[in-house]
């Protein structure tokens, strides 16, 4: 998995943000004959599903967590996106599967009176799905429901 720095991830921002520019008042926007954006490569998320499926602890999801920040910064740059989110690839690997893995270890590893250290990141997450207006909406209901019930939330 491929990480940036703190300080790269700024310029980055810096960057795309600072590089939108306006023409002149009196030229066009786009001269005819111009050449047409190159479409975006698709990332590779292999690496983050990988990841996500053989995390076991709360380390290894802040790992997964960091991955996915670099991976979003990549995308939003090609995308010219102001908040990654938006990505439907990112949402549904960064998101919700990593949501859906935390959420499960958490009900795996409750017991009554003893929550797994996952648990609150668990629900909040699944929450935060289950209230959104996104297709994994209903999913993530019942999940936060198993999350807070087998956390004592």
Known sequence: MKTISLSTAIVLLAVVGCSKSEPPKD??????????AAPVKP?????????????????????????????????????????VKVDPDYFTHCEAALARAEAKIAIKNSKPG????????ASMKTEGIAGSDKAEAAEFKKLDKDVKKACGL
Do not use: R
């Open 114 to 121: 003893k929550m797994d250290s996952l648990c609150i990141a």
């Open 27 to 36: 030229q066009p926007g786009t001269m005819p004959g111009a050449p047409v």
């Open 43 to 83: 990332s590779d998320w292999s690496a983050i599903d990988k990841a996500i499926v053989e995390a076991k602890v709360p380390d290894d999801f802040d790992k997964i967590y960091a991955e996915c920040m670099s991976l979003g910064l990549e995308v939003a740059g090609a995308k010219k996106l102001s908040d």
